[in-house]
């Protein structure tokens, strides 16, 4: 919904850039890791995930890189455009808790002509 | 299509009267789960469940109510609504394995008045 995006943090880029989307997760014990794409009006859309036995994984023209030593999760968009623009979410889960996912506040980006 | 529904997509209503928010899905997911959003807040958990007669409360279960008689279905009982559930409602669902991500609905807007 339209007042979702009310105080979130707000990177702007250019089309065609790449964006980077970063979060801090608050469970070391976490071990599952999910971003999500939400457009106004609509529910959150899964974008790629992670295991704590990765440091990155790659998607189609997305790149989740995770860093378990300071609890930092990234998302990396190359070539944004338009249609990325949107909020985006980081969630986090645990080992026999897999389903119980914890969510950032999320981050909105704005996709500029 | 692979899709959670939840029904209604809007509404309006007065403290003390009872409603319900539907929730069905189409992809024989185990595990379903109902979030509020608000905003500056993000996605909170209030109550899921790991399957057919089986629940437990989120982080924020209090003035809400839920029931699993199907697999397919979980609707979101609010016995009587007070203005401070106000939000913005998805319910998600995923299989009861690890590494599944959840899929959301559209989400439900209620506005208690």
């Known amino acids: 919904g339209e007042s979702v995006g009310l105080h979130l943090p707000t990177l702007s880029v250019q089309e065609g850039d790449n964006s980077i989307i970063n979060c801090a997760y608050s469970?070391?014990?976490?071990?599952?890791f999910i971003w999500y794409k939400q457009e106004s009006g609509k529910g959150p859309q899964f974008i790629i995930d992670?295991?704590?036995?990765?440091d990155k994984r790659q998607g189609q023209r997305v790149t989740v890189l995770l860093n378990k030593t300071v609890k930092h999760l990234s998302l990396q968009i190359a070539a944004t455009q338009p249609g990325d623009s949107a909020v985006y979410f980081c969630?986090?889960?645990?080992?026999?808790?897999?389903?119980?996912?914890?969510f950032g506040a999320g981050t909105r980006l704005a996709v500029h002509p | 299509e692979a899709q959670v529904t939840q029904n209604p997509r809007y509404l309006i209503t007065v403290t003390g009267k009872k409603l319900t928010v539907t929730c069905s899905q189409n992809?024989?997911?185990?595990?379903m789960s109902w979030y509020r959003q608000d905003p500056g807040l993000g996605l909170r958990q209030i109550y899921y469940?790991?399957?057919?007669?089986?629940?437990d409360k989120g982080d924020v279960p209090e003035g809400y109510k839920v029931s699993r008689k199907e697999k397919r279905n979980f609707p979101l009982i609010l016995e009587s609504p007070s203005p401070n559930q106000t939000s913005l409602y998805f319910c998600?669902?995923?299989?009861?394995?690890?590494?599944?991500?959840?899929?959301f609905g559209d989400g439900t807007r209620l506005s208690i008045l």
């Open positions: 469970n070391s014990a976490s071990d599952y």
């Open positions: 969630a986090e889960a645990f080992s026999g808790g897999y389903n119980k996912l914890i």
């Open positions: 992809m024989n997911h185990e595990y």
């Open positions: 469940s790991m399957n057919v007669e089986v629940t």
């Open positions: 992670i295991r704590s036995n990765m």
């Open positions: 998600a669902s995923s299989p009861d394995r690890e590494d599944q991500p959840q899929h």
